[in-house]
Every structure is written in C-alpha cells, then in structure tokens.
C-alpha cells in the first residue's frame, strides 16, 4: 500500500512508501499529485531522519523498565545501576519483558537505530523485532544516557529506494527540536510500518 507521510512545517520533504521501502521523496504537492491514490498521513511539526541513540547496552541491557502493574514495587521510571541488576538477577525472564519496553521508550522518542554492544539474547531479541538497526557508536559519547541525548544524532535522510524509517517531531525546525529534544516525537517509523504514535 502506498502511504504518504507529511508534517505541517516540512512540506518540502515529503515521503512516499511502498511497504518497507521509500519510493519518492518531495514536495507534498508533487508526490499527491503522481500518485493520488496513497493513503495521506499528516503529522504537526517536522519530518526527519530517525534518530541514533548510542546507548543501546545502557538502557536495554543495564537498566529495568517497570511494567505498570509493577509500579506499587518498583514505580514507573527506569531503574538503573546495581538495583537494576539485583531484579534480573531475582527474576531473569523479566530482562526480555523490560526489554521490550525499554525499545517502546526509544520508539516514542523517534530511535531507529540503536548504538552498542548488546550481550544479551533477550535484548537482542527485542530489538530486532522492533526492527531497530544496530549500529556503531559515536567516537565520542554525548552526555550520560538518556532517551534524549544530547546532541542528537540523526541518521542520514530517507533516500528513493532506501529504508523507509524515519521519524517526526513537534518543533518548528531542526534548532528546536535540539533545544526541545527527543521527547517531541509524535510518530515513528520502522520498516514502514507506524511503531510509534503519540495519542
């Protein structure tokens, strides 16, 4: 199915999908017009590449994102460091499980690729059925991890023929979205499926 996605304030970078991959890029008006028939997604903000979060091991393997029905336990930030550690090493299913929430925090922050080592199967696995990339790290790491680390690191832009993955931000522009970070995202793609979408 052919699907075009276009944000308010980047009309001019349009992009049309084929399934997984990006069949044009362009003026919205341009794209409407030769293929009237796709499917019309239209978002507020910016559209650009997905992001590259460098801390892939730090925040799948080294930190427990709580489940909601575990809150009254455990609350419902991250959990980092050793108390991280004492609740995998009590329960070592519950890696996967915070795993996968902890890829659904990265999703909702606009990463499609994650930087790093990953060790473990649980992680790995969740990972690459979210359908994230995995990459190599930044020679120079920003700041501690974060979901939203600063600067950002955005992937090179979606390309005819290429991937279709990328992600889009409720900012005016690319220097907003830096001084209001990742935490702007409203939808993100992988694959050309739709992994993340702000209600």
Known sequence: MLTIHVAEATPELAVLLDGATVAAVGPYEELAAARPQARVRRWP?????????????????????PDPREADEFGTEPITGERAQEIFRADESRRGASARRGVQRLLAHGTVAVAGELRSRPVLDAVRRAGLVVGARP????????????????LPRPVPGGPARFAVFDVTDRAELVRH???TCVATVVGGRLVHRRR
């Open 45 to 65: 903000g910016i559209l650009t590449p997905g992001l590259l979060n460098p801390y892939g091991p730090e925040l799948l393997e080294g930190t427990y994102h």
């Open 181 to 183: 970070g990742a935490s």
């Open 139 to 154: 020679a120079r790491l920003p700041g501690p991890p974060s979901f939203s680390p600063v600067p950002l690191v955005l």
